[in-house]
C-alpha cells in the first residue's frame, strides 16, 4: 500500500530545490520553471499511486523538464517579454563536474543586485519550495505585497541579466557573504517568529539548516559556513524544549536541558572549535560559540557569563549591531547583577535601531524585576506586550505582569 | 551577450570646484578605461554641465504631434530633474551579464559619484542593428 501524497509531501520537502534549480536550466525562465515544477508534483500525486519511483527526484525533474521543452515548443513563434536567463553552457567533456544547479539558483537569488528582503524571498520561494502567503506571515507584510515584491525581483533578473551561475573564485568570498546574511535571516526569523500564533517556524528552521548543509557540503573550508552550520545546529537542538504541550514560550532558565539534541550540540560544539581559529574572524563563528557556551551548560545560573560577554564584546568590536548590544547587556545581567545590566541597557535607550524593539523593553523589565524595582518592571514589560507581535511571546510577558501582582 | 548603459552621476559643484590638474588627472583615467575595457565598448560621451541643458516638457493630455510643431511645448532653461549629482556621462557596453557589466563598472573613474548600471531592452538593440 502506498501513500502517494505522502511521498510527494516528502518529495516536496526533499527535491524541490534540486528539481526547480534542475528545470531553471532548461526554461532559462524562473517564473516557467516554477510552474512547470508545480505541475509535475500534481502530476506525481496521480502517477505514484501505482507505487512511488525509486529516485523521485529524477522522476520529478523529467516531468518538469518535459513540460518546459513543451511549452518552449508553443512559444518559439510568441514574443519574449523579457530576455531569457544568461545560464552558461555545459561543457561537453565527460569528465568535468556536473553544473551545480541548486547553488547557481542560491547564488542567483541572493544576487546584491536585489534588494535583502526580495533575496530572502526568493530564497525561501525558489529553494525552499515556500509559498506566498508563508513567507509574507514571516516577514509581516500582507500576501499582494509579498507576491509583487516576488514578481518584481524575478522581472529583475530576467532584464538586467543577473546570470544563473556559481560566482567565480575572485567575486567568491564576497557574494558568499550574501549567501550566509540570507541564511542567518531565515534561521532567526524561524527561531521566533516575528508574528503569529506560533513562537516556532518549523519550515524556516528546516530550510535553514538544509541551506547551511548544502553549503557546508560546498565550501568545506569556509569558516563563516561552519560557523553559520554550527550556529543552526546549537540553535536547533533547543527547538523541541521552547515551546511547552500547549504553544507556551519555554524560557531558557526553565527549558529541559535533557532534553537538548545531544548531537546536534556535538557536531556544533566541533565546528565552532575548528571555525573560531580560522582567520579572518566570522561573526557567526562567535554567535555560535555563545550558543555552544548555553549548551555546555547545566543551567541558566551555572552558565559561565563572564565567557558569554567576552564573545559578544568580540562581537561589538568588529561588527557594532544594537541587538547584540543588548543581548550583552542581558548577559552582563547574569553576570555582574542586575543593576549592572541596567546600566548597559541605558546606554542603548537612545537607540533609534531599537525603537519599537520589544525585546529591550522586555529586558528592562526583567532586570529591574530582579532589582526589586517592580513599578517601573511592570512599566517596562506593558511596554513590552505592546511592541511584541507574536502571540506566544505576548503571553508569556502577560503571565509575567500578572506575577508582579 | 547584452547591452548596458552606465549613467555616470557626478556632483557638479565638486567638479567646478578643482583646478585643471585634477581635472586633467580624471581625463586620463578615463582614457586608461576606455584602453582597457575598449573590447567591450559600445560608446560613450561626456556631457556639459546641466547649465547648458533645455527641457522640453510636453503639457499633459496632448498628442506627440504638438511637442514636434512646438506650438505648445513648454520649454525651459536646465535639466529635466534638478538633482545635487547630475547626469555627466555615459558609457555603452556590451557583455554576457550584469556580473560582467558590474566589474566593467567598478573602474569607471568618478570621483564625485557614482554610476548606475541600466539594461538596455533587446528591441532596441536590433534597432541600432547590433
Partial sequence: ?405 | MGQYLILIYTDEASWAAIGEEEAGAVTAAHERFGQQHGAVLRGGGWLHPTATATTLRRPDGRERDDLASGEDALVTDGPFVETKEALGGYYLIEVPDLDTALRVARDVPEPFGGVEVRPLRPSVQEYQGS
Avoid at chain 1, 546574511?181 to 518549523?202: K, Q, S
Wanted: hydrophobic content about 50%; some cysteine; charged content about 25%.
Fill in chain 1, 1 to 405: 500500500m502506498t501513500d502517494p501524497a505522502g511521498a510527494v509531501a516528502d518529495a516536496h520537502r526533499r527535491e524541490w530545490a534540486a528539481v526547480l534549480a534542475a528545470t531553471v536550466r532548461v526554461t532559462r525562465d524562473l517564473d516557467l520553471a516554477e510552474e512547470c515544477v508545480q505541475e509535475a508534483y500534481a502530476q506525481a500525486l496521480e502517477a505514484w499511486r501505482d507505487g512511488v519511483p525509486a529516485r523521485p527526484g529524477a522522476w520529478l525533474t523529467t516531468a518538469a523538464r518535459r513540460r518546459a521543452l513543451d511549452a518552449h515548443r508553443r512559444a518559439e513563434v510568441a514574443q519574449r517579454a523579457l530576455p531569457l536567463l544568461v545560464v552558461d553552457e555545459v561543457a561537453p567533456e565527460p569528465w568535468s563536474a556536473p553544473p551545480d544547479d541548486v547553488l547557481a539558483l542560491l547564488f542567483t537569488c541572493c544576487h546584491p543586485a536585489l534588494t535583502a528582503e526580495a533575496r530572502v524571498a526568493l530564497t525561501l520561494r525558489l529553494l525552499g519550495g515556500l509559498s506566498t502567503p508563508e513567507i509574507a506571515r514571516a516577514f509581516l507584510v500582507t500576501e499582494p505585497t509579498m507576491a509583487a515584491r516576488l514578481t518584481r525581483a524575478k522581472k529583475k533578473i530576467a532584464a538586467a541579466g543577473v546570470p544563473f551561475r556559481v560566482p567565480g573564485p575572485d567575486e567568491l568570498p564576497r557574494r558568499l557573504g550574501g549567501v550566509l546574511a540570507v541564511v542567518h535571516l531565515v534561521l532567526a526569523t524561524g527561531h521566533t517568529a516575528p508574528t503569529g500564533a506560533a513562537l516556532v517556524r518549523d519550515d524556516l528552521l528546516d530550510r535553514a539548516h538544509d541551506l547551511a548543509r548544502l553549503l557546508r557540503s560546498r565550501f568545506p573550508d569556509d569558516a563563516g559556513v561552519a560557523g553559520l552550520l554550527a550556529l543552526v545546529l546549537l540553535t536547533d537542538a533547543r527547538r523541541t524544549t521552547r515551546v511547552d504541550a500547549h504553544g507556551g514560550l519555554v524560557l531558557l532558565a526553565d527549558q529541559d536541558r535533557t532534553r537538548w539534541d545531544v548531537r546536534m550540540i556535538d557536531e556544533g560544539r566541533a565546528l565552532v572549535r575548528d571555525a573560531l581559529t580560522a582567520r579572518p574572524l566570522s561573526r557567526y563563528a562567535v554567535l555560535a560559540a555563545v550558543a555552544a557556551v548555553h549548551a555546555d551548560a547545566p543551567s541558566l545560573e551555572d552558565t559561565d557569563w563572564p565567557e558569554i560577554v567576552g564573545l559578544y564584546d568580540v562581537v561589538l568590536a568588529r561588527w557594532p549591531s544594537p541587538v547584540v548590544a543588548l543581548n550583552r547587556a542581558v548577559a552582563v545581567g547574569f553576570a555582574d547583577g542586575p543593576d549592572a545590566g541596567l546600566a548597559a541597557l541605558d546606554v542603548l535607550a537612545g537607540e533609534p535601531r531599537l525603537a519599537g524593539y520589544g525585546y529591550l523593553a522586555a529586558a528592562r523589565g526583567e532586570l529591574l524585576r530582579r532589582a526589586g524595582r517592580l513599578r517601573e518592571a511592570r512599566e517596562a514589560i506593558e511596554e513590552a506586550v505592546l511592541l511584541t507581535a507574536n502571540d506566544v511571546e505576548r503571553e508569556l510577558l502577560a503571565g509575567r505582569l500578572a506575577a508582579l501582582g
